[in-house]
């Protein structure tokens, strides 16, 4: 993958099935990219990117299928916490999940835009557990959480990796003994 | 489709008039604007032609920044990858433009009784100018959608907002000046330019639904 | 070789249809010699449509094909496209002079050729606004293609349903058999002139790119 002149990375090879999978990299390697070139968000520079459901490969992957969650994705800072989770319910077409399990019952009313940075990652983690999307790519989420938070967010992602759901994770460190599909 | 469209205009609609700052912004202009028109020309006669264009543009005018902004908050506030993992560009793209226009709509109604009393056009005329007011806003706030979403997503440089959406929109405007026009003056309307100001500002737009996905295939 | 055979064409049609127009076709009965201005006022008239067109579609094969080539083509014949409108002003400026006693009347369709000219000055003004290498040729491809969406009901529907001081909204209906065929002949050299300027705008951008 370039950008202009600069490769960021290049020769990737690599299958990933269900459960949860590890992208790691020290900032700056690609792994936000290559998050986005999988979630179809960029176009790579060269090479493919397959998504293979029941041993057919996907050629117009949906929007009830594949979901990231990356620092650089923002909700909209002048609607309340409880308006925009709200509107994320209804575009996803499920039901809204608890505030309390992200420790957000007490903002509901507060504006996205005057949370803390710890607090707007609650509810981005939120938004991506809103929906049981058969691939979920998270792109640093333990990011300004709590040891609480990135407790539950990996009870969220083992839970998926349970029921036989896909879940890439880019990260700097290796986290629990979950497999590393790409070191870059 | 339809209540994903129905959720994001609500979206829209709440964000576009929950931030005062736009709708304090154009309210004021249109005030000011129509108060330096109007005081001047206080005992002489103002032709109908000059009334509609002055209207047409202190409307233009006051919403321009709103329509400018339409497309430009998605892309700055970092929602818009948020979208495009969920919903189509086309229903976003859809749902910001008769937003946009609903924005316009609001200050066409709010600024067209005012020019008519400040102007000393007959208060009779009214009735039949708002129906104009708001279809011209609406073509106005459609056709001028896909330009604004360009301009938004190539970041361009500079005040360029101006020049590249003032063309597509002048023929409408033209039209909608002859049109007032003739309201004003009670004379014979002509419904064929109405058609032509509906039937181009619908082309534009459907223009712009048909070709989004190409431009949004991923770059 | 297609290109050579058009620049021998040139001259060939251009020079002679020139010369029938001016010296040969009878002039207008009313506005006399003056009226001869007609045959660099509605060939440029016509082509400013054909180049538009190309670069419409150019534009739409772009969207789907993503060939470069197709952005280029779409951006050079806008280039042209706006010459030929602005000749098309100039000249048409001065038959209004001595048709009908002013240079610019707002006429439908004096006014619709300046809102075109400043729609195709927008699109060249957009296109070197991006920075964004990859979005630059998308973005002018759809404002090409609204802007041509709009040439219809500015060249054809509303000078025809307003007041317009060309006859027959300018579909010279009023021209006599004479005058087509020097009128014909300019178009057809000016048509070969437009294809050898955008084959030489193209092999420019071309050597552009391939030297970067």
Request: glycine letters at 6%; charged letters at 15%.
């Amino acid at each position: 993958m370039k950008f202009s002149r600069y490769t960021v990375f290049e020769n990737l090879t690599e299958t990933v099935e269900s459960g949860v999978n590890l992208i790691l990299g020290s900032n700056g390697s690609g792994k936000t990219t290559l998050l986005r070139i999988i979630a179809g968000l960029q176009k790579q520079t060269s090479g493919e990117c397959r998504i293979i459901r029941d041993g057919e490969s996907m050629d117009n992957i949906g929007y009830e299928t594949i979901f990231l969650c990356s620092p650089d994705m923002e909700l909209y800072s002048e609607l309340t916490v409880q308006e925009n989770m709200k509107l994320l319910a209804g575009l996803m077409r499920c039901n809204l999940t608890s505030f309390a399990d992200w420790r957000l019952e007490k903002l509901q009313k507060k504006l996205y835009g005057h949370l803390s940075s710890g607090y707007k990652q609650r509810v981005k983690l939120m938004m991506a557990f809103l929906k049981t999307f058969p691939i979920l790519l998270l792109d640093e989420p333990e990011q300004h959480l709590d040891k609480q938070g990135i407790s539950f967010v990996t009870e969220c992602i083992e839970e998926r990796s349970d029921n036989g759901l896909l879940t890439i994770v880019a990260t700097n460190n290796p986290w629990r003994n979950w497999r590393v599909a790409v070191n870059l | 489709m339809l209540s994903t469209f129905k959720l994001l205009l609500a979206k829209e609609i709440k964000l576009i008039f929950k931030g005062k700052d736009l709708l304090g912004y154009a309210i004021g202009i249109a005030i000011v604007m129509s108060i330096a028109v109007s005081m001047p020309s206080a005992r002489i006669k103002i032709p109908e032609t000059a009334g509609s264009a002055l209207m047409w543009l202190i409307i233009l005018f006051s919403c321009v920044e709103a329509l400018q902004r339409t497309f430009t908050d998605e892309m700055s506030g970092k929602t818009s990858d948020l979208m495009k993992l969920l919903v189509s560009p086309s229903l976003v793209f859809l749902s910001k433009v008769f937003s946009s226009s609903v924005f316009t709509i609001v200050i066409a109604l709010f600024t067209t009784p005012l020019l008519v009393l400040w102007l000393g056009f007959p208060i009779s005329r009214l009735p039949s100018m708002l129906p104009i007011a708001v279809v011209g806003s609406l073509a106005i706030g459609l056709s001028q959608g896909i330009v604004s979403y360009l301009l938004a997503r190539g970041s361009s440089k500079g005040m360029i907002y101006p020049l590249v959406v003032m063309p597509i929109v002048l023929p409408i405007l033209i039209s909608l000046v002859i049109l007032t026009t003739q309201f004003l003056e009670a004379s014979s309307i002509s419904y064929t330019l109405l058609v032509v100001v509906i039937a181009q500002s619908l082309a534009i737009l459907l223009v712009g639904i048909a070709f989004l996905p190409l431009l949004e295939r991923a770059v | 070789m297609f290109v050579r055979i058009l620049t021998v064409l040139l001259p060939v049609i251009m020079l002679p249809s020139m010369f029938y127009g001016l010296m040969i076709a009878g002039a207008d009965k009313e506005l006399g010699e003056m009226s001869r201005v007609i045959y660099f006022h509605i060939p440029p008239s016509w082509l400013l449509v054909i180049a538009l067109l190309v670069s419409f579609i150019a534009s739409i094969m772009y969207l789907i094909k993503e060939n470069n080539l197709f952005d280029r083509i779409a951006h050079r014949s806008a280039e042209l496209g706006l010459l030929f409108s602005i000749i098309a002003t100039v000249t048409g400026s001065i038959y209004a002079y001595f048709a009908w006693g002013s240079a610019w009347n707002w006429d439908p369709k004096e006014t619709t050729i300046v809102v075109l000219i400043i729609l195709y000055i927008a699109y060249l003004a957009l296109r070197s606004s991006m920075t964004n290498v990859k979005l630059k040729p998308k973005i002018s491809a759809v404002y090409s293609i609204v802007a041509f969406i709009t040439l219809p009901f500015l060249m054809f529907v509303i000078p025809r349903i307003t007041n317009s001081l060309h006859t027959d909204g300018g579909g010279g209906s009023s021209l006599t058999a004479q005058m087509r065929i020097g009128i014909y002949g300019m178009t057809l050299g000016l048509l070969i002139l437009y294809i050898l300027l955008l084959n030489l705008a193209l092999r420019i951008d071309k050597k552009k790119e391939l030297s970067q």
